[in-house]
DNA sequence: TTTATTCTGGAATGATCATTCCAGTATTTT
DNA sequence: AAAATACTGGAATGATCATTCCAGAATAAA
């Protein structure tokens, strides 16, 4: 049966999302992708330039499939440390996966197997980086505001980075961790540092 | 010239665990580690059944030439918040190289790259995790009976595990960090935390 | 010196991989 | 139905890689 160019194949992305969600960019051959996105290796190259172009193109994806219903609640406005929370929590349920234990985070499993000659997945990671970055900072300017903490903006931005690189660490060590227990601790000792420091 | 039996091939490990700290377990070749090494791959081949009994024996090195010279201090008896902090900040100086950008750490960098199918080497990174988890913990106990902070032992322990957790974070990120300020503000804020739940 | 032992260089092997190509089949358009 | 378009299966290519193997050079032991 063929497919019909007409409608964007969301499907073709979502399962190669998940291919490389599971094994990681390195992880994942062009066969792989053949057998479980079921799109033979002429149409993949056909609407891909390679490899690299649609592991883009994944990356992209990930933003709006998966980042966006996740960390919009981080980036609404008035959000402020109730949807950390909520952010946090919402994304270690997501990452449980009864089969294959936890899953981590794209972005994050690719951080340290991309070599950085690959500008364009590079530029795609740091950019989420800077997403998460400047989300939390925004919603814990918000919670100042409001709390009348008096944090300077400069404490503040230093927190919301802050947050990205733990929650960075945490999904990280979820690759290999006991299971999501540990990471609502681990999850919880960042909250309970952001309560502290607007107290 | 031939190489001498007795001696241990302290040299060889180390350049190749140079190398894996660089490009990453899967971005170097047994090619790579004859180049880099300057050991024929005859040799290599004799001396350790394969690529992954090699990086297993390159992450012992790692936790005997790296990790307990900088983390020693932290497990060390009587060691506290002064030891955590100074191990942070001198990780974070050991991490710059002015050439090639930062390094982050070779179990952070690994840590997304072996396959679960991988066991010797997974073990490996499980007890780096455990080593560090316990190190924290253990001067956040010392801290606590110091300061007569009060906090339980399960609370010193969420918080040492979160300690790992977080410094994983921050060893990740350094990848495609901008560049080691970076890196101390993070510090900074995971000190402040430390600081503030042992107040 | 003679005999083992240790190491090297490099070729060979077999597997995997990204990418290209094409003949043929299904689908859409006219 | 006929022509154009979109997709498929699978083979072919060329590169890379981990591992094995061996003839010979360097070193150590006798």
Known sequence: MARQQSQPRQDLLTSAMVS?????????????????????????????????????????????????????????????????RDYLRAAIV????????????????SWTQVDVGEAEVVARLQSHAAR???????????????????????ALAALGHYTMVAAQGTWTYARFADGAEELHTAADALLDHLERALG
């Open 20 to 84: 490389f969600w599971r094994h990681g960019y390195r992880g994942v051959s062009v066969g792989d992708l053949v057998r479980d996105t079921g799109v033979s290796r002429s149409s993949l190259y056909s609407d891909y330039a390679g490899k690299e172009a649609l592991f883009c193109a994944v990356l992209d994806h990930y933003q709006t499939q998966v980042v966006t219903p996740l960390f919009g609640r981080v980036e609404a406005a008035g959000a402020g440390l109730p949807a950390i």
């Open 94 to 109: 997501g990452e449980a996966m009864p089969e294959r234990g936890l899953r981590g985070c794209l972005v994050c499993t």
């Open 132 to 154: 998460l970055s400047a989300g939390f900072t925004a919603a814990l300017t918000h919670e100042n505001t409001q709390r009348g903490a008096g944090l300077t903006p400069e």
